[in-house]
T-cell receptor
Framework: AQSVTQLDSQVPVFEEAPVELRCNYS??????LFWYVQYPNQGLQLLLK??????LVKGINGFEAEFNKSQTSFHLRKPSVHISDTAEYFC??????????FGKGTRLHILP | GAVVSQHPSRVICKSGTSVKIECRSL??????MFWYRQFPKQSLMLMAT?????????EQGVEKDKFLINHASLTLSTLTVTSAHPEDSSFYIC???????????FGPGTRLLVL
């Protein structure tokens, strides 16, 4: 069975500082990995996805993530955050079948 | 990117009534649509998967007679919450895709409040 662990429920970071949101997954088969962002009272927006190929994936809004198979991780990073990055971030995994399994989310707080 | 809309964005209803939520793919044909439920400050939980023209597949623990899903066309799926109760109050989000290899695109969500 697949699962996703986001260890940090909240991450505070100062504006213009770098940030890393951690995600670990477990799966017995090949995986597809995703990061989604959810702004207050809105649906989910895809930030980036890893399907195959290069392990460093670049997404929208300056975010990137690196797939590490040996550590079963897919951490999300941004070198300099902005106040508009305040949101909930969800890591998700799929084996290519219908289901996407979501992590519990990490709330990113940008401090002025 | 692909656009998915939901209507209404929020709805308040009385206990015992039924509420219909629409999910539309605006610029692509969605062979598969998904319905999720999100409780406050929690993750999304998949309720059911619907393929156009066939019956929806419900996740364990989701009552199919209470949450009626119809996917009558390639651009529209509906979720009807029948005989709604206050515990059905939640944020309902749909997503859609057109092939099994494609990413799911999410709607903006519908906030349901049952009084």
């Amino acid at each position: 069975a697949q699962s996703v662990t986001q260890l940090d429920s909240q991450v505070p970071v100062f504006e213009e500082a770098p940030v890393e949101l951690r995600c670990n997954y477990s799966s017995s088969v090949s995986v597809y990995l995703f990061w989604y962002v959810q702004y207050p009272n809105q649906g989910l927006q895809l930030l980036l996805k890893y399907l195959s190929g290069s392990t460093l994936v670049k997404g929208i809004n300056g975010f990137e993530a690196e797939f590490n198979k040996s550590q079963t991780s897919f951490h999300l990073r941004k070198p300099s955050v902005h106040i508009s990055d305040t949101a909930e971030y969800f890591c998700a995994v799929s084996d290519g079948d219908d289901k996407i399994i979501f992590g519990k989310g990490t709330r990113l707080h940008i401090l002025p | 990117g692909a656009v998915v809309s939901q209507h209404p964005s929020r709805v308040i209803c009385k206990s015992g009534t039924s509420v219909k939520i629409e999910c539309r793919s605006l610029d692509f044909q969605a062979t598969t649509m998904f319905w999720y439920r999100q409780f406050p400050k929690q993750s999304l939980m998949l309720m059911a998967t619907s393929n156009e023209g066939s019956k929806a597949t419900y996740e364990q623990g989701v009552e199919k007679d209470k949450f009626l899903i119809n996917h009558a066309s390639l651009t529209l799926s509906t979720l009807t919450v029948t005989s709604a109760h206050p515990e059905d109050s939640s944020f309902y989000i749909c997503s859609a895709r057109w092939t099994s290899l494609e990413t799911q695109y999410f709607g903006p969500g519908t906030r349901l409040l049952v009084l």
